[in-house]
């Protein structure tokens, strides 16, 4: 399994397929041993904190994701993250994030075999990029949430992103109830 990611890894660290891989400075991966993995978590993208590190979710989301998978009894430790998009979708000059859009159906094939290996059995979505990209450009993370969808080689948990709970201090409330009833469904915390 480490080879094949180590060779997928290679083949991202290369990639031209859309205008971002000439912008590219650094290849983001989760240092987690995948085979220990309860559980694939799948973002958007990454930004500036997670190209700087090589390491996703390694800004303010991240921050808020430490906090909901304490809430589900997990550590960094215990899950495997990845990105749909695997470079940083720019505007304004480089100088904002930008939720990814023309990227996505030629970048999400690194995801699709990124899962081939890895074949987790719970793979949790977070936010409308993932989700879709999964199951369906009908689902969205309003309707959503919180509600396993059987994609046949996995079961999809969609949550919602954390950096939404940034943007909208409401949602912060739900997101740690959904992510309690996640670590309830993955046994590691008790029902
Ligand atoms: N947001 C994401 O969706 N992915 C990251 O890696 C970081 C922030």
């Known amino acids: 399994m480490e080879n094949?990611?180590?060779?997928?890894?290679?083949?991202?660290?290369?990639?031209?397929?859309?205008?971002?891989?000439?912008?590219?400075?650094?290849?983001?991966?989760?240092?987690?041993?995948?085979?220990n993995a309860a559980v694939v978590f799948v973002g958007e993208a990454p930004g500036s904190n997670e190209v700087k590190y090589g390491l996703p979710f390694a800004g303010e989301a991240g921050k808020k994701l430490n906090l909901y998978l304490e809430m589900a009894g997990l550590t960094r430790n215990?899950?495997?993250i990845t990105n749909v998009v695997r470079c940083r979708p720019t505007a304004n000059m480089g100088r904002r994030n930008r939720t990814p859009s023309r990227e996505i159906p030629l970048c999400g094939g690194w995801l699709n075999r990124e899962l081939e290996i890895l074949k987790p059995r719970t793979v949790v979505t977070l936010g409308n990029i993932a989700l879709k990209w999964l199951c369906g450009k009908e689902c969205t993370i309003g309707d959503c949430h919180g509600k396993i969808i059987e994609n046949g080689n996995f079961s999809v948990y969609p949550m919602y992103h954390p950096a939404a709970a940034i943007y909208k201090k409401e949602l912060d409330g739900l997101i740690r109830s959904e992510f309690k009833e996640l670590g309830k469904y993955l046994g590691k915390v008790d029902s």
């Not at 083949?11 to 989760?30: H, P, S």
């Open 78 to 80: 215990d899950v495997y």
């Open 4 to 35: 094949e990611l180590d060779q997928l890894y290679g083949e991202i660290a290369g990639c031209l397929k859309c205008t971002l891989g000439a912008e590219r400075t650094n290849t983001v991966r989760d240092t987690g041993n995948p085979r």
